[in-house]
């Protein structure tokens, strides 16, 4: 049986995958900030599927927080055999309503966190010749969104580049790029969702279903919803210009109230 970890498991999308990949069979590691929310997750996985479910508490905005998923990932007679980099926060508010340090853990637990457990994972992948990264990314990444979104182009940027280095090693990375999701993000952030239109909400474990699919085919960029990749599609032919004013907008439109 092959072994998955998951980053921000308890909820939303990183709940999602650990349903998902247990019911496929795979071991889990767990990683989340509550431990009795982990612990009652492993619990119920283990007795649905009859997997492993290990559990790690680790706060990812914390150096101590990161390096100790670090010692596990890097833990040879225990393998990972797919990371998936799902840990993320929005911060209410436009720049310089936000603090600088609720910005600067934004992209600690954004990028930072990203960058070091992709790096302590792929050695021992790359060694064993297979395996695989999912860095959860958004939309958000395509669109000039401030903070959040400028983190977000990081993770795709990243992966993407990293992706290219491990070509022929049988290691795959893929950023996925979800759109809205139902999921404790926006009340976590203290953001309205009520004025959001019902079409752009998706489902996490579908999300789930298509990312693993386009992981299977080779994806490195997966933005798994039709309605999603005809916006993004439009975005990519819109002038600059335009596109961050039509964001800025519709941000204040759908976004925080």
Known sequence: MTTALITGATAGIGAAFARRLA???????????????????????????????????????????IASVERRLSDRKQPVDLLVNNAGFGNKGRFLD??????????????????????????GMKTRGRGGVVNVASVAAFVP????GASKAWIVQFTQGVARDLAGTGVRLMALCPGFVRTEFHERAGMGTDNIPGWMWLDADKLVA?????????????VPDPRYKALMGAVKLAPRGLVGGITSKTGRKYGPR
């Open 145 to 148: 969104r401030g903070t959040y």
């Open 210 to 222: 298509a990312a693993l699919v386009d992981l299977a085919r080779g994806k490195v960029v997966s």
């Open 98 to 123: 936000v603090s600088m340090a609720d910005e600067l853990t934004m992209l600690k637990v954004h990028c930072e966190a990203v960058l070091r457990l992709t790096s302590a994972a792929v050695p």
């Open 23 to 65: 019911a496929d069979g795979h071991n889990l590691v767990l990683v989340a900030r509550d431990t009795e929310r982990l612990r009652i997750q492993a619990t119920e996985l283990h007795d649905r599927h009859g997997i492993e479910a290990e559990v790690l508490t680790a706060d990812l905005s914390t150096d101590d927080g």
